[in-house]
């Protein structure tokens, strides 16, 4: 397989179909909306004002525990909650949105708003079942195992200890094997038409004996976000932080503009990862005999 | 392409002729290409035409020149050139945009415009100035240049080179083709185009200058913080006061009397002021005007003529408002 011809068709195709960050985009300034409006509900953003105005006079901030306390009441964990629970919801179906949107420029069809909702729609619950699969596959052997441990750090310290420092180890193999192994299941199942257990099923055995293509493809994924973490994430973080606490006009419509900018390039560079992650996996499909 | 079939044709063996293309450094695709051609190995008629001219173009081209790989230490007086017609002016920039605009996210800004421009010069231009200046050029097998999506892949090389400890880097200097890590992932090559041994030796010894140096400031400083090179075994005779008083002369002579002239900056009068080497010296209790020098006459210990005389001092006073403050100073000497 040939992982340059695969990176720079990604990167064509989304310089062609720009549409194709249209719902990571959208999904991030969701995010951030819906954290802006947390922030103002429970009071956290008063906290955060005060706390830089206290900072720029010359004062130590505002964020103590007693503050901290008095704004996590049980009203505002409740609203916490339903934030977290509508923030899912949304951000998940944008997701399968952005993979169906992925999906249809791979299988060379018309990038259009009915094909997407359709695909979308198509693919919702079995992108549902696969999300709860994979999170059962990797944190159920993790579950057991600090149960495990916790019942001998009951019976004793020693052995709680020794245990801990080996099943760590056990654990971090664990989930870096069986996630090279699954590597694949989102494009498998929107490529491939096929269910939850069958995707996993297929991934694990396509990956099988080709862990070191599945590396180098993850190596890839990692560099890209690295890069997105080191020149973007921060920088959109450090201006959503500086958007809430500034006190002129100004500033934060100044901050507005580079949030917008570096969401814009947040998304080109998911969206360039997932699509990545499709063409390798169609080259890898076309290499790899069964 | 036309060398296999003539070493063929004079009874050498196909491996051995592979052998000898590899190790004048052609590429290794490019070899396997040319040899399945003239061996008919692969289906040529099957094959699409523009490719195959293209095989034959490129390997033509490289039997007219001789490819010159770009090793490890002209790529690393390459980056010294990045470094200084990039990196400085890029930092200049974003300290001076945050500086006038408190904006710290614009600072990162900038750096994420110069990580675009390092990008767009590499897969568009060829090469970032720092290798365009030395005469490098990136490019791909066939010869051209990498375009955005190299460029990008190879960045991200960069990064997985430089995550497993530079070895990535490292690997220029022993690879036949000269390729790291990122020159591997995205399938590019750095190929000398000029010749520019002055700026290639320049960017070495701008290299090397902070190298040698850095080192050496480190350990003059440790020597100095462990008293080994202490300043003051350099400069036997010293008087030093904290802010508000000034030292303007000492001596101390054969009868054991220290005088120091001390000068009042502290910009208010103050009073009942008294200073104490070992012990208490004349004048004291009285008004100290501001900018007024006196001259104090304090007793000492007489030791062994030449040894170091090493000794703290204070100044106590009493400001107009009534507070009473001390200020610590030490003077340095040699015994009579």
Known sequence: ?290 | MKYIQESLKAGFDLNTTKKTLLDNGYPEDYIEEAANYVTGSINVSKRDNTETKEIEKSIYEDDMKKIEYAGFWIRLSASMWDGIILGIPTIAIAALLVWITKIQPLGSLVVLALLIVTIYMEGIKGGTPGKLILGLKIENKNGDYIGLGGALLRFIGRILSELILFIGYLMIAWDKRKQGLHDKIAGTYVIKTKERKGLFILGLILFLIPLILLPTLVAIGSLAYFGVLAPSKFIPESCTIGPGFSCDEFNLDSAGVLRVVLRNGLGENVESIQVKVENDCNPRLREWKDGEAITFSCFVTLKEPGSVFNQPFTISYNTLDGDSKIKQGVIRTKYP
């Open chain 1, 1 to 290: 397989m040939d992982i340059k011809k695969d990176f720079n068709k990604s990167f064509n195709e989304l310089k062609k179909n720009k549409v194709i960050i249209a719902p990571i985009l959208i999904s991030m300034i969701i995010l951030l909306l819906l954290a802006y409006l947390y922030i103002h509900i429970t009071g956290v953003y008063g906290l955060l004002s005060d706390s830089a105005n206290d900072i720029r006079q010359g004062g130590n901030g505002l964020v103590n525990t007693e503050n901290v306390k008095e704004i996590f009441t049980l009203e505002n964990l409740a609203w916490l909650l339903i934030f977290i629970l509508v923030g899912s919801i949304i951000l998940f179906y944008l997701s399968c949105v952005s993979l169906a949107l992925i999906t249809l420029n791979v299988l060379k069809k018309e990038l259009n708003f009915y094909n997407m909702i359709n695909l979308a729609n198509k693919y919702l619950f079995k992108f549902l079942t696969l999300n709860v699969l994979m999170f059962l596959i990797m944190m159920a052997p993790v579950l057991a195992v600090v149960i495990i441990i916790i019942l001998l750090f009951i019976i004793s310290k020693t052995i709680g200890i020794i245990s801990f420092v080996f099943s760590t180890i056990i654990v971090i193999s664990y989930i870096i094997f069986i996630f090279l192994r699954l590597f694949f299941v989102s494009p498998i199942m929107f490529i491939e038409n096929k269910s939850a257990i069958k995707s996993i099923a297929f991934s694990y055995q396509i990956a099988k004996h080709h862990l070191r293509q599945v590396l180098i493809i993850f190596a890839i994924m990692i560099g890209i976000t690295i890069i997105s973490n080191i020149f973007i994430t921060n920088p959109l973080n450090e201006s959503y932080i500086s958007f809430i606490t500034s006190n002129s006009l100004l500033k934060s419509i100044a901050m507005v503009i580079l949030i917008f900018l570096f969401l814009i390039i947040e998304s080109f560079v998911y969206a360039l990862e997932q699509l990545f992650l499709f063409y390798s996996y169609v080259d890898f499909r076309r290499t790899v005999k069964l």
